[in-house]
């Protein structure tokens, strides 16, 4: 009882690994600008869904002064006020035995562009101020003309001040932030008070469906290659713009030639899925199945066999499946292969 214990919980673990590693492809659905007294823009990107809030995540001071030393080294007083400048600060390793990662600031000049919001709803011009961009990480951007401005910055109080415009994006009682993506406008005034100027939630695509599927594969059990036919109902369920996890049912045709016969065993299979990317653009589904076998042909299998198998999607089309075989409750286990090809 020991053993199977243990192989249970190594398959568990390694499902689980995805969920506790770090996913370097986010996507950030909301936005927050808050228009600062001293003429600048902040830009703050996050999945906000009430919990997550500002006050908690977003670290503008240290970042900011962080910048602002390593700009002090390359003696530039101040930028060109007839150019508009994208300044991006990321992280890499620019050797690979390098232990630590490299900061480094890119500075591009691109064409100056100033777009102004007309929300249809309201009689209001939402601008946002500055040539210049800082992006000082994924989630925080800050729109400047001089360098100036950013120094100032660091005599804020943003503690309060993001505490503040939590408030005031939280205060409505029906907001849908939790279900879809939105912009907000906040102006900040010189005591650090908050002013909600105006919200736009956005459509999202809606990822609360149930889908119908059909597939074939090729499985290896005991050596032998098997092919089957299966089909699948899922009940797919999101947040905002991502479709994060799935309940299936399904229903397997393997047909097996081992002994020379066209024996079909006939197997049903629950099925968790989980999405671990932040882009809706790019998934990254794992999956964990139990499957039973309710009608048994040949000799390949014996009865009351049940299997449990960790599904990877590489892409739409294909997935991958290890599985571990066994009899009875956990009795006899043996691996197995598949791979499925979703029509």
Aim: glycine share 6%; charged share 25%; proline share 2%.
């Amino acid at each position: 009882m020991t053993n199977k214990i243990v192989i249970l919980s190594g398959l568990l673990f390694l499902f689980s690994i995805k969920a506790i590693a770090g996913n370097e492809s986010k996507f950030l659905s909301d936005t927050i600008r808050m228009q600062m007294p001293n003429g600048t823009t902040i830009e703050s990107r996050s999945n906000y869904n009430g919990k997550n809030v500002l006050a908690d995540h977003l670290d503008i001071k240290n970042l900011l002064s962080d910048f602002l030393s390593r700009w002090g080294t390359l003696n530039i007083k101040e930028l060109d006020s007839n150019k508009a400048y994208h300044i991006k600060c990321t992280k890499q390793k620019e050797y690979i035995h390098l232990k630590d990662n490299q900061n480094i600031i890119s500075i591009d000049e691109v064409a100056i562009q100033k777009r102004i919001y007309f929300p249809t709803d309201t009689a209001i011009a939402l601008v946002i101020k500055g040539n210049n961009k800082l992006e000082l990480n994924s989630k925080l951007a800050i729109y400047f003309s001089s360098i100036k401005q950013l120094e100032e910055l660091k005599e804020y109080d943003f503690s309060q001040i993001l505490k503040n415009t939590d408030t005031e994006v939280l205060k409505n009682e029906d907001w849908h932030l939790k279900s879809s993506p939105f912009v907000a406008w906040v102006k900040i005034q010189n005591d650090n008070t908050a002013e909600l100027v105006h919200q736009n939630n956005t459509l999202s695509v809606n990822n609360d469906m149930i889908i119908l599927t059909a597939g074939t594969s090729l499985e290896n059990v005991k050596g032998n290659w098997n092919g089957s036919f299966y089909t699948k109902m899922t009940i797919q369920l999101g947040n905002k713009s991502l479709a994060k996890q799935a309940f299936s049912l399904g229903y397997e045709w393997m047909y097996d030639f081992s002994s020379g016969k066209e024996n079909i065993n006939h197997w049903v299979e629950l099925g968790y899925q989980r999405n671990f990317s932040k882009n809706p653009n790019k998934g990254d589904w794992y999956g964990l199945n139990l499957g039973y076998l309710v009608k048994r042909n040949g000799d390949l299998f014996e009865k009351d066999s049940f299997r449990l198998g960790i599904e990877k999607k590489i892409n739409e089309n294909i997935s991958i499946v290890p599985q571990i075989y066994f009899n009875d409750f956990f009795k006899d286990p043996y691996p197995g292969f598949k791979i499925k090809i979703h029509l």
